[in-house]
């Protein structure tokens, strides 16, 4: 007799519908420290410029290093498939929405991932004395990892868009064998994408020092749209925080977490934060910068996929510098500019020394109404929390 199993739904919960609860002191902003160490590095601004053509060149990696965050380099985009990405770069940007996906799939087949050219852009970044974290695919990780390492690169993020310890392959050579590939490594190794407790615990027993949380809720990602995967930002940050602290108590050995996807201003950041990450990946808000390789657009990591191309090319125009973005002065009302002042502003609102004191003393309550309460003149005028 056949036993019939009823699907159960449980429910989670995305960044917009969570708020931050003040504690019973507040602070100086100057007693504030907003720093984090990821992978053995000090972070003097608990941000992630994301691995995307659009976003980090070794240009934008200085300037963000400069300033506390990091910018993180994809080593199989197009600036290491080409000696000058600058007129690839333009073709992206200017070509229309209907012969986007075709050019970015011939973009990304005409040329290989050159070696001399990772060790090159890795030196470009050494250069400016700031830390170089570099990312690959986990399907590349065994030929790309010893060249960067080798090149002075100081930290390796493995990144897809889901990630397990468990991957099986027909063939045998695209299988990465995570422990195996920490232990040769001579750099520290970071690893993403994940939503889940259970496999953020296996993988953090097999000697990474830093993951990635999030899948699908990048601006210029589709996965939710074109697999129907993914969980809501806040509920992820909260699972994966969880088997953090539980594998913690277990080894005595904290794993950073890192909120990657969906963040948007500096609030997202605060609240990510708040929910247990110790550090956010953001995309589309350096994509605005007036440095920003994408030349006002922005573009997802999946896109070169030949099979089936994912990751929309949106117009995020410029806002600023990367300086205003990173430490202003801020010309917009809307949380996209002076970062570092939103975060370390909201900490001292809060009563909230450090990072850990966001783990551990502030609530975080479900808020339906976060976006809409009160704000009536500012979405029919599209300001601050609405402006377009």
């Known amino acids: 007799m056949n036993t019939i199993t009823e699907k159960k739904f449980n429910r989670t919960y995305g960044l917009d519908e969570v708020a931050l609860v003040p504690s019973d002191i507040t602070l100086d902003y100057d007693l504030v420290d907003i720093s984090t160490t990821i992978a053995g590095i000090k972070m003097e601004l ?13 240009e ?13 380099l994809n080593l199989e985009g197009v600036q290491t498939r080409y000696e000058d990405p600058s007129d690839i770069l333009k073709q992206i940007s200017s070509v229309s929405k209907k012969e986007y996906v075709s050019l970015m799939q ?18 470009e970044i050494k250069s400016h004395n700031i830390p170089v974290f570099v990312s690959c695919t986990p399907q590349r990780a065994n030929e790309i990892g ?53 496999v953020s615990l296996d993988l953090m027993k097999t000697g990474i020092q830093g993951l990635f949380v999030g899948i699908g809720p990048g601006a210029a990602c589709t996965t939710r749209g074109v697999l129907g995967i993914g969980v809501p930002m806040a509920s992820a940050i909260a699972q994966v925080a ?120 502030i609530e975080v309550i479900l808020a339906p109404s976060l976006l809409t309460e009160g704000k009536l003149y500012q979405k029919a005028q599209d300001l601050g929390m609405f402006k377009q």
């Open 46 to 58: 608990p941000v992630f410029a994301s691995a995307m053509d659009s976003v980090v060149s070794p």
């Open 146 to 198: 010893p060249i960067a390492a080798e090149a002075g690169a100081d930290v390796i993020v493995i990144q897809s868009t889901v990630v397990s310890n468990k991957y099986k392959a027909k063939d045998p050579s695209k299988t990465l064998d995570l422990k195996e590939f920490c232990k040769k490594m001579t750099i520290p190794v970071m690893i993403g994408n994940t939503t889940t407790f259970e």
């Open 106 to 123: 011939e973009i990304y087949q005409r040329h290989d991932v050159k070696h001399e050219l990772v060790k090159k852009r890795i030196k």
């Open 60 to 72: 934008t990696a200085s300037v963000i290093g400069k300033h506390g965050g990091v910018g993180v």
């Open 242 to 361: 969880n088997a953090r602290d539980q594998y913690n108590a277990e080894s005595g050995n904290y794993i950073p977490i890192i909120a990657d996807g969906g963040i948007v201003n500096s609030g997202d950041i605060c609240k990510a934060l708040a929910c247990g990450a110790d550090a956010v990946m953001i995309g589309s808000p350096f994509a605005k910068a007036e440095e920003a390789p994408g030349n006002g657009f922005h573009w997802g990591m999946a896109t070169p996929n030949s099979v089936l191309p994912r990751g929309a090319r949106i117009n995020v125009g410029c806002t600023g510098t990367l300086e205003q973005i990173l430490i202003g002065p801020s010309n917009t009302d809307d949380g996209s500019q002076n970062l570092t002042g939103a975060i370390k502003t909201c900490f001292a609102t809060l009563g909230a020394q450090n990072i850990k004191s966001m783990h551990e003393d």
